[in-house]
């Protein structure tokens, strides 16, 4: 039992528990954040007190309290002249448990310079660690197996390195990879040491479009104990009684993160204005007062209509058990040159300084609901705006819904403004954390039609080049198969020009796969299209037939209309009721 744990079951006294490390040999640093207040970062190898940047919290730690990041702003600050100092070999360990994976590497604990001195114990966007250092005037780096830390659960983690041997990561205890490398490591003494973030804004991993993403900043969202530098190289049997010393690990203190949408169950008919809380250190970032969001509900459906911070208030139709169908906002995008920009929409403006909503109507009849914004790029550059005036294009979207969970909506903008390439129209699904695609959509997941009463099934299957479908000419209907008894529909005006109405490709792991793409909603990024690596953040997904519907023009104005809502009818059934 280490002296720390022996303590604290002694006497019960969080400040009691203060491990006695000068008994350990080589210890120069290590953080239990134990104490409260501003000195929860207290190194009690050297008892310096650090700066913690951004917002955080104490939890419950592997051994008394523990360090809880917000996965934004998080950041612990030792100054270099004050930093420890290795000479030869090192050791870097520590606790961590997360909530979800950073969305790129991001330092557990580093004192490095640019990769060209110093080191740096990380964890990548897979749930790699990574242990790096400079050895010889070269950054050597050993990285782990994707997913050497699941989810939701504490893990050990240790990197060392032997001027003799090389590099080694250790998790739970026991050997993960190696590298073998010999020779003296270079320190960068004359940097400050970080626990949690970079030295510098970094982009996301796996991201769609370099010119449509900016470098950001984001800390590691989860929570760190116990980390520790040694200097010198740490054996294996020491590694795995470390290990052992932290047993039985706790269960680390994470909020559920669930897609917030309101009550359960039916509820009265209206748009009601409330706050959508999703997790705390998510809320955090907003300054919002007590009504930012708009929930609609039904009285003969448990369906409802979602107006949230989370999806730049795009709306969302929601089918309990939490199933989630919005729809793209008007969308153009940056084409030739060098200024290419990615994307103008509304999933961009991740703080809403241009996407708002607001109740025009709400009574027993219907309910009127406005989301006004303008499209807007990664860059924080309007769609259009004219250099003279400062004015761009900006899209008035207004809901007419009814109490029978269907509602039409019009989307308009001043004439000329919006111009060309631009697209209106694309229906994406969420997977929240720890959903998978198979949760919320079937393998035939949309259904399509005309007015004349012709439909047809789209489907995933293995060699979607193969299939011998024919689709009818026409299309104004579709429906997504969601696993819910409600299911989401949009009919379109005759006119309507359906794209990429086609079966789609399914991997050996069917539908038990994260959704596709994670920059959207909820996330913070500047990015403009990232792979999603887990089902750990929310994601949307699918977006498949794209519509073009008739563009109506008339004072000065250009809108088009669409009927959505949701329905447990079946297809045939919904057509004969709209034809």
């Keep these: ?209 370099e010119h449509g993403t900016l470098p950001g900043w984001f800390s590691l969202d989860g929570i760190l104990d116990e980390v520790s530098i040694y200097g010198r190289a740490l054996s294996p049997s020491e590694i795995a009684a470390q290990f052992a010393a932290g047993q039985p690990v706790p269960t680390p203190e994470f909020q559920p993160r669930v897609l917030p949408m309101g009550p359960t169950g039916r509820g009265c008919f209206g748009a009601y204005y409330c706050h959508l809380n999703y997790y705390d250190e998510w809320d955090n970032l907003w300054a919002v007062g007590p009504d930012p969001d708009i929930l609609v509900r039904f009285d003969e459906s448990s369906s409802r209509v979602v107006f949230w911070r989370g999806s730049r208030y795009s709306p969302a139709w929601v089918a309990e058990p939490g199933l989630w169908m919005a729809d793209q906002s008007v969308e153009a995008w940056s084409v030739g040159g060098d200024d290419q920009e990615g994307c103008f929409e509304h999933m961009q403006d991740r703080r809403c300084r241009y996407s708002h909503v607001r109740i025009i109507e709400s009574h027993n009849a219907r309910v009127v609901v406005h989301w006004r914004y303008a499209p807007v790029s990664s860059h ?23 109490p029978d969970v269907m509602g039409v909506r019009k989307v308009t903008w001043k004439t000329g403004t919006l111009g060309h390439p631009r697209q209106f129209q694309e229906s994406l699904p969420f997977t929240g954390p720890g959903q998978l695609q198979g949760d919320v959509i079937q393998k035939d997941f949309a259904f399509v039609a005309n007015l004349q009463g012709q439909t047809q099934t789209l489907s995933f299957v293995p060699d979607p080049e193969k299939s011998d479908k024919q689709f009818p000419d026409d299309l104004t209907i579709q429906m997504y198969n969601f696993t819910s008894d409600f299911k989401p529909f949009i009919i379109f005006e005759p006119g309507n020009e359906m794209a990429y109405v086609a079966d789609r490709r399914i991997g050996p792991q069917g539908l038990a796969i994260p959704g596709a793409c994670n920059h959207w909603p909820v996330g913070q990024a500047l990015c403009d299209g990232r792979t999603a690596q887990a089902a750990d953040r929310p994601t949307h997904f699918l977006g498949f037939p794209i519509s073009t519907p008739p563009v109506h023009e008339k004072d000065g104005r250009s809108w088009w209309n669409g009927l959505y809502g949701m329905t447990d009818k079946p297809l045939d059934e919904l057509v004969r009721c709209r034809a």
């Design 1 to 209: 039992m280490s002296s720390k744990r022996l303590l604290f079951s002694l006497t019960g006294c969080l400040l009691a528990a203060l491990p006695l490390h000068g008994a350990e040999p080589g210890l120069i640093a290590r953080w239990s954040f134990e104490r409260s207040g501003p000195e929860i970062a207290v190194d009690t190898a050297s008892g310096i007190t650090d700066q913690i940047e951004g917002s955080y919290k104490q939890s419950r730690g592997v051994i008394g309290s523990a360090l809880h990041l917000d996965g934004y702003t998080t950041c612990v600050i030792r100054q270099a002249r004050r930093a420890p100092r290795p000479e030869g070999d090192i050791t870097a360990s520590a606790w961590v448990a997360f909530g979800a994976y950073p969305w790129n590497w991001c330092p557990i604990i580093t004192q490095s310079a640019q990769q060209d001195k110093g080191y740096s114990l990380s964890a990548g966007p897979r749930g790699e660690v990574r242990f790096a250092l400079s050895v010889d005037g070269t950054w050597r780096t050993c990285v782990s197996r994707d997913f050497a830390i699941p989810l939701h659960r504490w893990v050990n983690v240790v990197g060392v390195y032997d001027e003799k041997e090389g590099l080694s990561i250790y998790v739970d205890g026991r050997p993960n990879n190696g590298l073998e490398v010999t020779g003296s490591p270079d320190y960068a003494y004359g940097k400050d040491l970080r626990i949690g973030i970079n030295y510098e804004a970094a982009k996301p991993s796996n991201i769609h479009r």
């Design 380 to 402: 924080d550059h309007l769609w259009r705006e004219d250099p003279r005036t400062g004015r761009a294009c900006w899209v008035d979207e207004y809901y007419f819904i009814y």
